[in-house]
């Protein structure tokens, strides 16, 4: 009954690892799986290494955290044997997330990451915490966005989701023109704000980078709201991200059009075991409520009443 | 709701060591246990997990060795500084209520949790042989608080400058055949705890690793820290691992993950 599907990838449960989370090696993505997940998402590739922002680099706050690792990574050459070992043993769908700084460089990196045949590729232009260096998301453009979707849809064969920013005055522009450029997904949304954390015995900001994305139970509302419209403005599958902490989070997403819901900040919250709980706290509510399948409670929030 | 938000206070004591080591005692209740770690935090610095190498009385300590610009620049902290942690996080040190002996095999740092883990065990009335290893004379580290705890410390060195001129590991054997070890526990370069771990089940002896990696949360969720092939979390799954469980898993005295993720 918990079963649902991504763009014709088929998952048991409509719980996803979120990008950024215990994703930087292929071990530790079977792992998720294995402890319940429907799927898992690898920590964000980029073609070349980076070594991200200087520690810390997450500060927790009453509602939820701020983070700005900064998209650390080995660079797609080194990190195709981590998505291989994924897939090979996971058990259940890998989705490969992506990022550049060029539109062809998001190409070449669509491209090479094709060569470990994940079931989807993540295509991250929201990430709010390198602002410095790669200036204002492309998310945050409805043209610019289209134009990326085009250029790593035309790089692969792979389905692609397209994951969006929270940080825009309209969220259903933009959905609208990924999808128009092909897009067989959308994940909604990445972090918040940026935002900031003081801490007033040091008299200074948490993070070296002084400010990071915002995630957790505080952001849920304003994820619910662009799941909501971009589900409205375009009807493709939506992996519901943003502030997932219980079954009943995640029924909201789905209720708001999501196909599956994405966790991240919960697995601080609940441990990896968040995947197995949150599936089974769905199920609860499902019988309760007299709910057959996902299928059938995605979107109901959109029914006049 | 859940946080771990950075704590902020004044250094009460800033001791120096042998060798390049410096001992902060950090006045705050943190209820840690011996093989727990912290968070320290220097603003404008950066953090780094560092691991507990004693409490009581309200106060915790920890014991950095300069070997980078974040420790050098703890290690001319004087008292009085600002100090930021979060924590304890990770697994501990555990001591069976059956056991009357114990061995600890230190090398380095490694030192620092086990004499935290030693005197909470001497003051349990327990017997324990602290098998301690350096490169030389001066590196070696905590032997007087060791002495004073009432442990055994038998000491060896690489060159020979005192005790021995053997590996610890190799001191462990003797003690192992010698005497009649409850459980063992050890915390240092991975080398000598892969020898150790394979020693302690040759001899069908209980035995508890202390292995790190990477880390930048502390708190389970940057995936850092992750070991291959199992995918075990060793910030919040470790750092303490039974030894049979550190056999198991594949990079475990051979390779590891940098801030990237590459493996070196």
Redesign the interface.
């Known amino acids: 009954m918990l079963s649902t599907e991504l763009a014709g990838v088929k998952l048991k449960s409509p719980t996803v690892l979120a990008s950024?989370?215990?994703?930087?090696?292929g071990?530790?993505?079977?792992?998720?799986a294995k402890a319940g997940a429907g799927a898992v998402t690898s920590?964000s590739i980029s073609l070349q290494?980076?070594?991200?922002h200087?520690?810390?680099?997450?500060?927790?706050?009453?509602?939820g955290m701020v983070n700005a690792?900064g998209l650390?990574?080995?660079?797609v050459d080194?990190?195709l044997a981590?998505i291989e070992?994924a897939v090979k043993?996971a058990g259940a769908p890998v989705i490969a997330s992506i990022f550049a700084s060029t539109i062809t460089e998001f190409g070449k990196v669509a491209g090479a990451v094709s060569q470990a045949n994940p079931d989807i590729i993540e295509v991250n232009i929201s990430c709010p915490n390198v602002e410095d260096e790669f200036g204002r998301p492309f998310a945050c453009d409805p043209g610019i966005a289209a134009v990326v979707t085009k250029k790593v849809k035309k790089s692969t064969n792979i389905p692609i989701f397209v994951k969006l920013s929270p940080n825009v005055p309209n969220i259903a522009p933009i959905a609208k023109a990924v999808q128009n450029e092909g897009a067989d997904g959308i994940t909604a949304v990445n972090t918040v704000g940026p935002g900031m954390?003081i801490?007033i015995?040091?008299a200074?900001p948490?993070l070296?980078n002084k400010v990071g994305g915002v995630s957790g139970?505080a952001i849920k509302p304003i994820a619910v709201k662009c799941v909501y419209e971009a589900y409205k403005a375009t009807g493709l599958p939506i992996i519901g991200t943003g502030g997932v902490t219980t079954g009943r989070d995640a029924v909201e997403m789905i209720m708001a059009g999501a196909s599956a819901a994405g966790i991240?900040?919960g697995?601080?919250?609940r441990?990896?075991e968040i995947f197995s709980k949150v599936s089974e706290e769905i199920q609860e509510f499902m019988d309760k409520e007299g709910y057959k399948s996902i299928d059938e409670m995605r979107g109901v929030a959109h029914e006049e009443r | 709701?859940?946080?771990?938000?950075?704590?902020?206070?004044r250094l009460e004591e800033v001791h120096r060591e042998s060798g390049d080591t410096t001992t902060l005692t950090i006045p705050y209740k943190l209820n840690s246990k011996p093989g727990q770690f912290v968070?320290l935090?220097l603003?404008?610095k950066?953090?780094?997990p560092i691991s507990i190498s004693g409490e009581k009385e309200g106060k915790f300590q920890v014991s950095v060795c300069a070997v980078g610009p974040f420790s050098e620049a703890v290690s001319k902290l004087k008292k009085g500084d600002?100090i930021?942690f979060r924590g304890p996080f990770g697994t501990h040190f555990k001591i069976p209520k059956d056991s009357t002996s114990l061995a600890m095999v230190g090398g380095g740092y490694g030192s620092a949790p086990l004499s935290y883990l030693a005197e909470e065990a001497t003051a349990q009335g327990k017997k324990v042989y602290f098998i301690e290893g350096a490169r030389t004379k001066a590196r070696l580290l905590f032997t007087e608080r060791m002495k004073q705890a009432g442990a055994e410390v038998l000491l060896c060195t690489d060159d020979g400058s005192e005790g021995p001129k053997c590996y610890s590991p190799d001191v462990l054997k003797t003690v192992l055949e010698t005497h009649k070890i409850d459980k063992v526990f050890t915390c240092g370069p991975e080398i000598m705890m892969k020898k150790v771990a394979e020693l302690s089940k040759e001899a069908k002896i209980r035995c508890e690793v202390s292995m790190e990696r990477y880390m930048?949360?502390g708190?389970?969720?940057?995936?850092?820290c992750?070991?291959?092939?199992?995918?075990?979390?060793l910030c919040?799954n470790g750092p303490i691992i039974p030894g049979d469980l550190a056999l198991e898993i594949k990079e475990f005295g051979s390779y590891h993950?940098d801030?990237?993720?590459?493996?070196v």
Do not use: H
């Open positions: 950024g989370i215990l994703g930087v090696t071990a530790s993505l079977a792992a998720v920590k290494g980076r070594k991200g200087p520690t810390p680099v997450i500060a927790t706050y009453s509602q690792v650390s990574n080995a660079g080194e990190t981590e070992f043993n954390v801490n015995e040091a200074a948490v070296t139970p991240g900040t697995v601080y919250y441990g990896p | 709701m859940k946080n771990d938000e950075f704590i902020v206070v968070m935090w603003p404008g950066g953090e780094k600002k930021g930048k949360c708190i389970g969720i940057c995936g850092q992750c070991v291959d092939d199992i995918g075990l979390c919040t993950r801030s990237t993720g590459k493996k």
